[in-house]
């Protein structure tokens, strides 16, 4: 009796197979598609809006959606869809480059605490945990009215403000994977630190920092636009779902429209972002979820 | 006596953080633009034009540096601040002459103590529940539907709960006022708003938890045998996975203050959410630092609190 | 037993009826406003409290009444004063009091309560006394008592008896009694704020004289007043007020929770004329006491020095438009600093909206078409201003400019660009303003268009010497030195050099015929008098610190009259005669300077450093029942205030 072998056995990296397991989320690939499209969209929303975000119209104003303004006016005569793809943009730019400089500095401090260990260790460590136990929205506020208002500075705010998670990160997967079997075994075989550093920390480290970051976008994206709902947010007429809704509560009597339509696209962000953040932390660490 | 020594190793902890956490606000409220102290500001003019000399300006502005010690050096101001900031005397507020900033916090922190308290024990007592069924009905569309709530719940920020209920519950249906904090109608909502979110979180965390006792080898086996000892397993299964819960419900209230911020200015309750919010706005110092003193000392306390709980609940902690 | 229980049943019914107030007959008369949000209850601050302490909580020696005809709204009348004399240099004024007035708790009002009251005032017991805000500025030695030097027993108030105060001016004022209607203007309860000086004021503490008292307060919340009983006096007939904080408007006011709410915006101006019942209840009053409008940015760009230049702009704007469309009806077109159908405004040539002529004066101005001319910065705050975005556009349509909008944030923009004296990192460009009354006094009629005088109508060069004089009369605060004889050699030589300065303008001023212009600068004691008498100190002086002290006041004095004299010869001409047509306006009784304001106005007004566009309109809605209710039309406004005239029909 033979059994044919013939089954070629694949080779499957672990990344197609993240993906593969990613794919099997639907919720996390329709929040995949999502963010792609509004991506794109932010690019292009120079081309793509219909009109500038700032510019009047005042024999139009409070208009309910219509032809001319598919998503309405505001208290100037703006078209709001315009001005909400504006505000998704600057919501996105703050995301994204709050992550980098949350990026920057936690894989910084992170890999100097986890290598050298020691005193540095704890004195860093100390310092994430007084960071991670301070509600650090009001330091957000407090850095913003130093720093003054405006895109890049609250995005390095938000960054300022937001790095203590992945430093911890850093550490403990920089601290595991130092003496980890496979590492030491690499460096009984006379690899370079270096070497080591490069072919098996950092790639391992990847996923959980990808994770990370994932759901650090939506962290920023609320940040920006709770400062500016109070008031600390990007200036006007600069557009954002933070100050187009607190304008709109105002107006929410007669008016609804000026709030319903940021509150929905807002949510719908924030939601797609968190279930990509699932599904990728599912995906990249098939251990966790039941 | 572990827990003793504990505790006192964590209330220092906590007194050097919120130093620290001063002294870098004041560092920052100082190369703030604007002038820490600005003489026009001083006239709280809404027009004026000074009808004052100069020599009688500088008598008022020297008047006004000394009662707000001004006319000391800057890490003096820091020092003398925080000689007084522990025994709760916090010194006159730019904004409000009329009362010193402690009177005024002791008034407004009853508020969002108690918005704070209510929704976590909103989210507590419906967060278990809700937790435990979506456990115990794991893969059904009750399970389902609650997770998917509590997923929104927990990502959509508080202010945006509280925007939509407003949306729906005042504006289109008028069952509720749309701001307030006198009586129950009107606390609903905001409670709600601050509530949502660790609700949200604890449900899910309790869902997990429970699962995971569940799926243990011991429980299955013992389950699978079937008979009155069911009851008995399930109540021990339950305990256990509740003790868990204790550790994040820390977080959560860091994460409950900064929605009373939101919260209190949406919906006009008195609290020190809406006073930190005015005090940044008119850019009062003396009021921003010394809110952001009390909202995160009451945090890290609260924590500490939580903490000492969870050690009385499981026997198996040891504090060293 | 029956007649028992028919008795019970009887008593019950009359109870029930008592109760419930149908027997009684007086149904509690309350009223529900909407208030500014008010920290607490001490009159004196510049807060919303001052505006109840004006005759509402306390009542002084005059008080305001209504009068749709007079500026404000409002005219003066005597409250607790009964009549008045004063001195033919209005420097001494002497008011005999009413004998029936009292406290809350039954202690008469007498002129030794308003003695101790403006000494207390005045003590440095209060640093923080906003005493730009009121009268106390011009009483004898005021400033010498508040810095320390003199006792407060020598401020210039004395009650000669119990019902008759005297009042000594350190410099003539015509308007005295207009000024005593604002808050600080009133005496408080000595007993009570000696016995408790942090908390005399609660609720439920307070000792106070006006028609209502406080019983409670809740701040971010409400507060609510009462009758007070033992007040003598007119009032209306209203007996709790319900004052609502948080700005409260429309929405409550439909639900029943308000008798009156302001209008905030066109959404919702539109919303009430829609209403078939709300339109019924709609009033509106225009703000006479504003102009708005926009001023050129204090900055030291010469660019902005051409008047043609500032004329081409002031006329290019389509104001009608502006008011209709982007301002929904909520403003009427203003092109001079007081509205047609007022006093002086009647008496004012409005700047015309003439694009042809506008364009004709920007190339006369050396920018045909607008070319040649730098980008303009117009600076606003907040989240986006219609009107600045309206006026930016008509001169790009009318006259080819360029101005690019700078959002500033709202302290520093209020503190530092628009009411700074200069703002040296402004570029050139404009600001908004809204140019308020703080109260009813002379100076407050030019409605801070005397800006122009003070700050804006030199040449650019000048103006920054100013600024820089400025900063180094600060400087002067923190000098080091002034010990020796060699510190005060530079001091003399200056003082020298201005002697034969000062000769040379109070000779202009006797030539122009400006005599109150140099009566107020040759007012004793005299600049270089005050010089010689801290030399004097100086020498006399122990220590080191008195001596370095001495030093820099006399270096501040010395400086001081620099800037005065580098200033006036810098002065444009036009600017020259406004400002002695203002000495002239404020050595004058009220009726007297309104009539002769414009000589000071229009001057202003034709060298277009500062440029009215739009009258805001108060609008609001009421509770048709309601009667007497005020409008506040001073630089808090619009609000309500002045609550004793309130009165609710049956």
């Given at each position: 009796m033979e059994v044919a072998i013939s089954q070629k056995v694949k080779r499957v990296s672990y990344w197609s197979a993240a993906w593969r397991r990613f794919n099997r989320n639907k919720m996390a690939v329709a929040g995949l598609i999502y963010i792609t499209i509004i991506i794109i969209v932010s690019?292009?929303?120079?081309?793509?809006?219909p009109y500038p975000y700032d510019e009047p119209h005042y024999a139009h104003t409070f208009e309910k959606p219509s032809a001319k303004f598919w998503w309405g006016t505001d208290d100037l005569g703006r078209d709001m869809f315009s001005r909400n793809l504006y505000a998704m943009r600057n919501a996105l730019l703050v995301g994204f480059g709050s992550q980098i400089v949350v990026l920057i500095i936690g894989v910084i401090i992170g890999s100097i605490a986890g290598f050298r260990g020691g005193f540095i260790d704890t004195l860093l460590m100390r310092i994430t945990d007084i960071m991670y136990a301070f509600p650090t929205f009001l330091f957000n506020v407090i850095l913003v009215t130093v720093m003054g208002r405006g895109l890049f500075t609250i995005l390095v705010a938000v960054g300022l403000t937001g790095w203590a998670g992945m430093a911890r990160l850093v550490r403990g997967m920089v601290m595991y994977l130092k003496h980890a079997d496979f590492v030491e075994a690499a460096r009984a075989l006379g690899a370079k630190e270096s070497y080591i550093i490069r072919k098996y920390i950092l790639p391992n480290m990847l996923g959980p920092i990808i994770v990370s970051l994932a759901f650090g976008i939506p962290n920023g994206i609320w940040i920006e636009a709770g400062l500016a709902l109070i008031g600390m947010g990007v200036r006007p007429p600069m557009p954002s779902w933070g100050n187009m809704i607190g304008a709109g509560i105002g107006y929410i009597m007669g008016f609804p429209h000026m709030v319903i339509f940021p509150v929905l696209t807002f949510a719908l962000t924030l939601l797609a972002f968190t279930y990509v953040g699932d599904g990728l932390r599912d995906a990249l660490n098939p251990r966790s979820e039941v | 006596m572990g827990l003793i020594k504990y505790i006192i190793r964590r209330l220092f902890t906590i007194f050097l953080s919120i130093v620290i956490v001063i002294i870098i606000t004041y560092i920052l409220m100082w190369f703030a633009p604007g002038e820490f102290f600005n003489i026009a500001q001083f006239q709280a003019s809404a027009g004026k034009v000074s009808t004052l000399t100069p020599?009688?300006?500088?008598?008022?502005?020297?008047?006004?540096?000394?009662?707000?010690?001004?006319?000391?050096?800057?890490?003096?101001?820091?020092?003398?601040?925080?000689k007084d900031a522990f025994r709760f005397k916090f010194g006159p507020s730019f904004s409000n002459p009329n009362e010193p900033i402690e009177v005024q916090i002791a008034r407004r922190f009853p508020v969002t103590f108690t918005l704070a308290i209510l929704s976590m024990t909103l989210a507590v007592l419906l967060g278990i529940p809700l937790g435990i069924i979506a456990a115990l009905k794991r893969n059904t569309w009750v399970d389902y539907v609650t997770m998917f709530f509590s997923m929104i719940g927990s990502i959509i920020p508080a202010y945006l709960i509280g925007v939509i209920m407003v949306l729906i519950l005042s504006v289109w249906l008028r069952w509720l006022p749309t701001s307030g904090w006198e009586s129950p109608k009107q606390m609903i909502m905001p409670v709600i708003a601050v509530g949502l979110g660790p609700l949200a979180v604890i449900a899910r965390f309790m869902r997990s938890s429970l699962l995971d006792i569940l799926n243990q080898d011991y429980i299955r086996t013992a389950y699978a045998k079937g008979g009155t000892d069911r009851a008995i397993i399930m109540r021990h299964a339950l305990r256990n996975s509740l003790i868990p819960i204790v550790t994040i419900i820390g977080p959560q209230l860091a994460f409950l203050f900064t929605g009373t911020v939101f919260i209190e200015n949406l919906f006009r309750v008195p609290g020190l959410g809406q006073l930190f919010v005015n005090a940044a706005s008119q850019r009062d110092y003396p009021l921003l630092v010394t809110s952001t003193f009390i909202l995160s000392l009451s945090v890290m306390l609260m924590n500490l609190l939580v903490d000492i709980v969870y050690a009385f609940l499981d026997p198996r902690i040891k504090y060293e | 037993m029956k007649s028992k229980k028919i008795l019970i049943s009887v008593l019950v019914f009359v109870s029930l009826l008592l109760l419930s107030g149908v027997v009684n007959g007086q149904k509690e008369r309350v009223v529900s406003l909407p208030y500014w949000d008010t920290p607490g209850l001490i009159p004196y601050y510049w807060q919303a409290q001052h505006i109840l302490a004006q005759g509402t909580i306390f009542e002084g020696l005059f008080g305001y009444a209504p009068d749709p005809k007079n500026i404000g709204g409002v005219k003066v009348v005597p409250v607790i004063a009964e009549s008045f004399k004063v001195s033919k240099d209005y420097k001494v004024w002497t008011f005999k009091l009413r004998k029936d007035k009292k406290w809350s708790n039954g202690d008469p009002i007498t002129a030794k309560d308003f003695e101790w009251t403006f000494k207390f005032y005045a003590s440095p017991k209060i640093p923080d006394f906003p005493a730009w805000a009121g009268p106390h500025q011009f009483i004898e030695n005021f400033w010498a008592v508040k810095s320390g030097a003199l006792d407060p027993d020598k401020l210039g108030v004395k009650a000669l008896d119990d019902y008759t105060l005297e009042i000594r001016l350190s410099q003539p004022r015509y308007d005295l009694k207009e000024q005593l209607c604002v808050a600080q203007g009133v005496p408080l309860h000595r007993k009570s704020v000696e016995a408790d000086p942090d908390n005399w004021w609660r609720p439920g503490k307070i000792v106070c004289n006006g028609p209502y008292i406080p019983i409670s307060w809740t701040p971010g919340k409400d507060m609510t007043l009462v009758k007070n009983p033992r007040y003598v006096g007119e009032r209306g007939n209203v007996d709790k007020i319900i004052l609502k904080f948080g700005g409260l408007g429309l929405q409550q006011y439909q639900a029943g929770e308000l008798d009156a709410a302001m209008i905030g915006n066109v959404a919702e101006y539109r919303y009430v004329m829609a209403d078939p019942k709300l339109s019924k209840e709609f009033h509106e009053d225009i703000m006479d006491c504003f102009w708005n409008g926009y001023q050129i940015s204090r900055g030291f760009d010469p660019v902005m020095d051409n008047k043609k230049l500032r004329q081409a702009l002031a006329m290019a704007i389509d104001r009608e438009k502006l008011c209709k469309e982007v301002l929904g009806g909520r403003a009427l077109p203003l092109a001079a600093y007081w509205p047609k159908g007022t006093v002086i405004g009647d008496k004012m040539k409005e700047i015309p909206f003439d694009v042809k002529k506008a364009q004709q004066?920007?190339?006369?101005?050396?920018?045909?078409?607008?070319?040649?001319?730098?980008?303009?910065?117009?600076?606003?705050?907040?989240?986006?201003?219609?009107?600045?975005?309206?006026?930016?556009?008509?001169?790009?349509?009318?006259?080819?400019?360029?101005?690019?909008?700078?959002?500033?944030?709202?302290?520093?923009?209020?503190?530092?660009?628009?009411?700074?004296?200069?703002?040296?990192?402004?570029?050139?460009?404009?600001?908004?303003?809204?140019?308020?009354?703080?109260?009813?006094?002379?100076?407050?009629?030019?409605?801070?268009?005397?800006?122009?005088?003070?700050?804006?109508?030199?040449?650019?060069?000048?103006?920054?010497?100013?600024?820089?004089?400025?900063?180094?009369?600060?400087?002067?605060?923190?000098?080091?030195?002034?010990?020796?004889?060699?510190?005060?050699?530079?001091?003399?030589?200056?003082?020298?050099?201005?002697?034969?300065?000062?000769?040379?303008?109070?000779?202009?001023?006797?030539?122009?015929?400006?005599?109150?212009?140099?009566?107020?600068?040759?007012?004793?004691?005299?600049?270089?008098?005050?010089?010689?008498?801290?030399?004097?100190?100086?020498?006399?002086?122990?220590?080191?610190?008195?001596?370095?002290?001495?030093?820099?006041?006399?270096?501040?004095?010395?400086?001081?009259?620099?800037?005065?004299?580098?200033?006036?010869?810098?002065?444009?001409?036009?600017?020259?005669?406004?400002?002695?047509?203002?000495?002239?306006?404020?050595?004058?009784?009220?009726?007297?300077?309104?009539?002769?304001?414009?000589?000071?106005?229009?001057?202003?007004?034709?060298?277009?450093?500062?440029?009215?566009?739009?009258?805001?309109?108060?609008?609001?809605?009421?509770?048709?029942?309601?009667?007497?209710?005020?409008?506040?039309?001073?630089?808090?406004?619009?609000?309500?205030?002045?609550?004793?005239?309130?009165?609710?029909?049956?």
């Amino acid at each position: 009796m033979e059994v044919a072998i013939s089954q070629k056995v694949k080779r499957v990296s672990y990344w197609s197979a993240a993906w593969r397991r990613f794919n099997r989320n639907k919720m996390a690939v329709a929040g995949l598609i999502y963010i792609t499209i509004i991506i794109i969209v932010s690019i292009f929303t120079p081309w793509i809006a219909p009109y500038p975000y700032d510019e009047p119209h005042y024999a139009h104003t409070f208009e309910k959606p219509s032809a001319k303004f598919w998503w309405g006016t505001d208290d100037l005569g703006r078209d709001m869809f315009s001005r909400n793809l504006y505000a998704m943009r600057n919501a996105l730019l703050v995301g994204f480059g709050s992550q980098i400089v949350v990026l920057i500095i936690g894989v910084i401090i992170g890999s100097i605490a986890g290598f050298r260990g020691g005193f540095i260790d704890t004195l860093l460590m100390r310092i994430t945990d007084i960071m991670y136990a301070f509600p650090t929205f009001l330091f957000n506020v407090i850095l913003v009215t130093v720093m003054g208002r405006g895109l890049f500075t609250i995005l390095v705010a938000v960054g300022l403000t937001g790095w203590a998670g992945m430093a911890r990160l850093v550490r403990g997967m920089v601290m595991y994977l130092k003496h980890a079997d496979f590492v030491e075994a690499a460096r009984a075989l006379g690899a370079k630190e270096s070497y080591i550093i490069r072919k098996y920390i950092l790639p391992n480290m990847l996923g959980p920092i990808i994770v990370s970051l994932a759901f650090g976008i939506p962290n920023g994206i609320w940040i920006e636009a709770g400062l500016a709902l109070i008031g600390m947010g990007v200036r006007p007429p600069m557009p954002s779902w933070g100050n187009m809704i607190g304008a709109g509560i105002g107006y929410i009597m007669g008016f609804p429209h000026m709030v319903i339509f940021p509150v929905l696209t807002f949510a719908l962000t924030l939601l797609a972002f968190t279930y990509v953040g699932d599904g990728l932390r599912d995906a990249l660490n098939p251990r966790s979820e039941v | 006596m572990g827990l003793i020594k504990y505790i006192i190793r964590r209330l220092f902890t906590i007194f050097l953080s919120i130093v620290i956490v001063i002294i870098i606000t004041y560092i920052l409220m100082w190369f703030a633009p604007g002038e820490f102290f600005n003489i026009a500001q001083f006239q709280a003019s809404a027009g004026k034009v000074s009808t004052l000399t100069p020599e009688q300006l500088q008598v008022l502005i020297k008047g006004f540096e000394e009662k707000y010690g001004l006319n000391v050096p800057l890490w003096k101001q820091v020092w003398n601040y925080l000689k007084d900031a522990f025994r709760f005397k916090f010194g006159p507020s730019f904004s409000n002459p009329n009362e010193p900033i402690e009177v005024q916090i002791a008034r407004r922190f009853p508020v969002t103590f108690t918005l704070a308290i209510l929704s976590m024990t909103l989210a507590v007592l419906l967060g278990i529940p809700l937790g435990i069924i979506a456990a115990l009905k794991r893969n059904t569309w009750v399970d389902y539907v609650t997770m998917f709530f509590s997923m929104i719940g927990s990502i959509i920020p508080a202010y945006l709960i509280g925007v939509i209920m407003v949306l729906i519950l005042s504006v289109w249906l008028r069952w509720l006022p749309t701001s307030g904090w006198e009586s129950p109608k009107q606390m609903i909502m905001p409670v709600i708003a601050v509530g949502l979110g660790p609700l949200a979180v604890i449900a899910r965390f309790m869902r997990s938890s429970l699962l995971d006792i569940l799926n243990q080898d011991y429980i299955r086996t013992a389950y699978a045998k079937g008979g009155t000892d069911r009851a008995i397993i399930m109540r021990h299964a339950l305990r256990n996975s509740l003790i868990p819960i204790v550790t994040i419900i820390g977080p959560q209230l860091a994460f409950l203050f900064t929605g009373t911020v939101f919260i209190e200015n949406l919906f006009r309750v008195p609290g020190l959410g809406q006073l930190f919010v005015n005090a940044a706005s008119q850019r009062d110092y003396p009021l921003l630092v010394t809110s952001t003193f009390i909202l995160s000392l009451s945090v890290m306390l609260m924590n500490l609190l939580v903490d000492i709980v969870y050690a009385f609940l499981d026997p198996r902690i040891k504090y060293e | 037993m029956k007649s028992k229980k028919i008795l019970i049943s009887v008593l019950v019914f009359v109870s029930l009826l008592l109760l419930s107030g149908v027997v009684n007959g007086q149904k509690e008369r309350v009223v529900s406003l909407p208030y500014w949000d008010t920290p607490g209850l001490i009159p004196y601050y510049w807060q919303a409290q001052h505006i109840l302490a004006q005759g509402t909580i306390f009542e002084g020696l005059f008080g305001y009444a209504p009068d749709p005809k007079n500026i404000g709204g409002v005219k003066v009348v005597p409250v607790i004063a009964e009549s008045f004399k004063v001195s033919k240099d209005y420097k001494v004024w002497t008011f005999k009091l009413r004998k029936d007035k009292k406290w809350s708790n039954g202690d008469p009002i007498t002129a030794k309560d308003f003695e101790w009251t403006f000494k207390f005032y005045a003590s440095p017991k209060i640093p923080d006394f906003p005493a730009w805000a009121g009268p106390h500025q011009f009483i004898e030695n005021f400033w010498a008592v508040k810095s320390g030097a003199l006792d407060p027993d020598k401020l210039g108030v004395k009650a000669l008896d119990d019902y008759t105060l005297e009042i000594r001016l350190s410099q003539p004022r015509y308007d005295l009694k207009e000024q005593l209607c604002v808050a600080q203007g009133v005496p408080l309860h000595r007993k009570s704020v000696e016995a408790d000086p942090d908390n005399w004021w609660r609720p439920g503490k307070i000792v106070c004289n006006g028609p209502y008292i406080p019983i409670s307060w809740t701040p971010g919340k409400d507060m609510t007043l009462v009758k007070n009983p033992r007040y003598v006096g007119e009032r209306g007939n209203v007996d709790k007020i319900i004052l609502k904080f948080g700005g409260l408007g429309l929405q409550q006011y439909q639900a029943g929770e308000l008798d009156a709410a302001m209008i905030g915006n066109v959404a919702e101006y539109r919303y009430v004329m829609a209403d078939p019942k709300l339109s019924k209840e709609f009033h509106e009053d225009i703000m006479d006491c504003f102009w708005n409008g926009y001023q050129i940015s204090r900055g030291f760009d010469p660019v902005m020095d051409n008047k043609k230049l500032r004329q081409a702009l002031a006329m290019a704007i389509d104001r009608e438009k502006l008011c209709k469309e982007v301002l929904g009806g909520r403003a009427l077109p203003l092109a001079a600093y007081w509205p047609k159908g007022t006093v002086i405004g009647d008496k004012m040539k409005e700047i015309p909206f003439d694009v042809k002529k506008a364009q004709q004066l920007l190339a006369e101005a050396g920018y045909p078409g607008g070319k040649g001319l730098k980008t303009l910065v117009f600076y606003i705050t907040g989240g986006g201003d219609p009107v600045v975005e309206f006026i930016v556009d008509q001169w790009k349509k009318n006259l080819g400019v360029n101005v690019i909008i700078e959002n500033i944030e709202s302290g520093l923009y209020w503190n530092s660009y628009v009411w700074a004296s200069f703002t040296p990192e402004a570029k050139a460009g404009f600001t908004v303003i809204g140019a308020p009354m703080n109260n009813l006094e002379i100076g407050a009629i030019f409605k801070n268009s005397d800006h122009t005088l003070w700050f804006f109508d030199y040449p650019a060069s000048i103006r920054k010497k100013y600024y820089d004089f400025m900063q180094e009369l600060d400087a002067w605060l923190r000098k080091e030195g002034g010990l020796t004889e060699a510190d005060w050699k530079p001091l003399f030589e200056k003082k020298n050099s201005l002697m034969e300065g000062f000769k040379k303008i109070l000779a202009y001023l006797d030539q122009r015929g400006w005599k109150e212009w140099k009566a107020d600068i040759s007012r004793p004691p005299l600049w270089y008098e005050q010089f010689d008498e801290l030399y004097e100190k100086w020498k006399a002086a122990k220590t080191d610190a008195d001596k370095t002290n001495y030093w820099r006041l006399a270096g501040r004095v010395i400086t001081d009259q620099e800037m005065f004299q580098v200033t006036f010869n810098g002065r444009n001409e036009p600017s020259k005669v406004a400002y002695a047509w203002r000495y002239k306006a404020v050595n004058r009784p009220f009726s007297e300077a309104l009539k002769i304001a414009h000589y000071v106005l229009q001057p202003l007004q034709d060298q277009y450093w500062m440029v009215p566009v739009y009258l805001a309109k108060a609008q609001w809605v009421q509770n048709p029942k309601l009667e007497g209710l005020m409008l506040y039309k001073f630089s808090w406004g619009p609000g309500f205030f002045n609550f004793k005239y309130l009165n609710l029909k049956d």
